[in-house]
């Protein structure tokens, strides 16, 4: 195993303890580590890999990662446009959030969404940064993920205190806008970790987490080295996961040395924005050093609460209608959406304090919040009027610049991270042709999320777009092997009755609520390593007298199995 700094070997129970080596922690200190998920190198590494394994979404092209990525201050960099409650696009209550899995079945099946179609989902909320996480007892906007775990599986109380990075990590895997199909298990996700490849997608892995890989152990094996026996659980998927994000502590920004006796780690003029930050900005009652969130709830009237009540749904409490927890300061000036919705535009609309998304959040502080309050706005909030241009502007560079670690926006160790498929806009697929028409002059569509992994069980291919109740057939066409090794591997296949021609056994397309048909087939359950490397060319055909041909055609997708 490759070793590593200090902060990331030290196993302890209960807190975590600051060694001499880590002294440039600083004022912001480590988080503390509960008595029941103690740090070890074997659970950080452990943690590391399921964080950013996309394999670990039952769609093959999301992880953890995905939505919390460094270099975006631990938020995600990708802009999901959710309609809102109305369910209209570019309407004043769109959101600002993540990309997500497509809509599917029980049986991982594609199936149309009301809002977006066969499109990924987009996540009702905007994604928070995950790397003060661990300073939380409370975690989501809403303050969902409480300090006392719960075991999702068995309902056991598995940490009374301190572990809200637990709750948090157990929720995404199992939802279906985020990383889930509809009705999956911890079963499935057990299974399936059970027959993949660690990292099998990702490229340009981090020194350690490669030092792991080229042993050539699986999950099983890795939790073995983690907890003792190769079981995989719910339970343990969330410690690992939590552990890892308990080393990710951002205490090198030029604040932190600043505080640390180095008077030029800061400019004049961020001395100046922290100190109105500090003063005559009120900033510092919600947003105080070190963490520079105070882990509270606030309604800023950004938009109405019936459209979002936030913490009320977790209490209940009308008094907590519309509040949203405060989001910590640190690394926010990698970030371009702000507050619960993104911040879908200006607020009041007054000049923004040098431009773009951060520059609106300036503006609604300068008017003392929303208009949207509806009698519950924090009292906290008052109109900046004392505090002239040149002051703000000093106050954005101190946030923007002053409190950013540079190891976060270079995505250094402990921030370092693979390249994800999902960033790889052309690497093992390609689409060509232009495809034959059929009904209503409609091409059918291919829909192809990652190209295929030789035991991953949930690759599949998609078709939508095409004549309902019709037949469709699948033609699966090797172009670096013979015909029978790759085709029989990936799934069952007969003789095509249209063309005589080796295809995957035909589906009959179901019909969305536009009258159009789909359909999913899906690859073999059973690992096949001869596969890798290999190209095939992919293409439905679909029966449809409309059709000039008699069949309606998509365009090929050509995929190389990893």
């Not at 902060?7 to 303890?17: E, I, R």
């Not at 035909?506 to 359950?525: K, M, Q």
């Amino acid at each position: 195993m490759l070793k590593i700094t200090p902060l990331a070997l030290l196993a302890l129970t209960g807190s975590l303890v600051i060694p001499s080596s880590a002294a440039q922690g600083g004022p912001l200190g480590l988080p503390p580590f509960p008595a029941e998920n103690p740090l070890t190198e074997e659970k950080r590494i452990l943690g590391k890999l399921l964080f950013w394994e996309e394999q670990l979404s039952s769609s093959n092209n999301v992880s953890c990662g995905t939505c919390h990525i460094p270099e975006s201050g631990g938020a995600d960099p990708r802009t999901g446009r959710h309609p809102g409650p109305d369910g209209i696009n570019g309407s004043p209550d769109d959101i600002l959030g993540s990309l997500g899995v497509r809509s599917s079945d029980e049986l991982n099946d594609f199936e149309p969404h009301d809002n977006f179609d066969f499109a990924a989902q987009v996540t009702a909320r905007v994604s928070q940064s995950n790397l003060l996480a661990a300073y939380d007892s409370e975690l989501f906007w809403d303050g969902r993920a409480a300090t006392r775990f719960i075991d999702p599986e068995n309902g056991e109380i598995v940490i009374l205190v301190g572990g809200a990075l637990e709750s948090q990590a157990v929720e995404p895997i199992l939802s279906t806008t985020e990383m889930a199909h509809e009705g999956r298990t911890w079963d499935d996700v057990r299974e399936k970790l059970t027959l993949v490849r660690p990292m099998a997608l990702a490229t340009d892995l981090p020194r350690d987490m490669a030092a792991v890989i080229s042993q050539g152990e699986g999950y099983p094996e890795l939790f073995q080295r983690a907890f003792g026996d190769s079981t995989i659980t719910a339970r343990r998927i969330a410690f690992a996961l939590a552990t890892y994000q308990r080393t990710l502590v951002p205490d090198q920004t030029p604040f932190d040395l600043f505080q640390q006796g180095q008077q030029d780690a800061m400019t004049n003029a961020q001395i100046q924005g922290m100190n109105t930050f500090n003063g005559a900005a009120r900033c510092d009652l919600c947003h105080p050093a070190p963490v520079f969130s105070d882990g509270l709830f606030h309604n800023l009237g950004i938009r109405p609460h019936q459209e979002d009540v936030g913490r009320r749904e977790v209490t209940g409490l009308f008094a907590d209608r519309g509040k949203f927890k405060t989001p910590s300061l640190r690394n926010v000036g990698l970030r371009d959406r702000f507050f619960h919705n993104g911040l879908n535009g200006d607020v009041n609309n007054p000049p923004p304090i040098g431009g773009g998304p951060l520059g609106e959040v300036f503006s609604l502080y300068i008017n003392g919040g929303g208009p949207f309050g509806a009698g519950n706005l924090d009292p906290l909030l008052l109109p900046i009027g004392n505090v002239g241009p040149g002051q703000l502007a000093n106050v954005r560079d101190f946030i923007e610049n002053a409190l950013t670690d540079p190891r976060v926006e270079a995505a250094e160790f402990p921030f370092d991270r693979p390249r994800l498929y999902s960033e790889r806009t052309v690497d093992g697929i390609e689409f060509y042709g232009s495809g034959e028409p059929g009904s209503g002059g409609e091409v059918p569509e291919i829909l192809v999320e990652v190209t295929p992994t030789a035991d991953n069980p949930d690759f599949r291919i998609g078709v939508t777009n095409a004549l309902a109740g019709a037949p469709a057939y699948l033609f699966i066409i090797p172009t670096t092997a013979p015909m029978a090794g790759p085709i029989t591997s990936m799934g069952h296949v007969t003789a095509s009755p249209i063309t005589g021609r080796v295809t995957a056994n035909p589906i009959t397309l179901s019909v969305d609520g536009a009258g159009a048909g789909y359909g999913t087939w899906h690859g073999t359950r059973r690992p096949d390593p001869a596969m890798i490397g290999r190209v095939v060319d992919m293409q439905w055909w679909v029966v449809d007298p409309s059709s000039s041909s008699g069949i309606a055609k998509s365009r090929f997708a050509r995929l190389t199995i990893f």
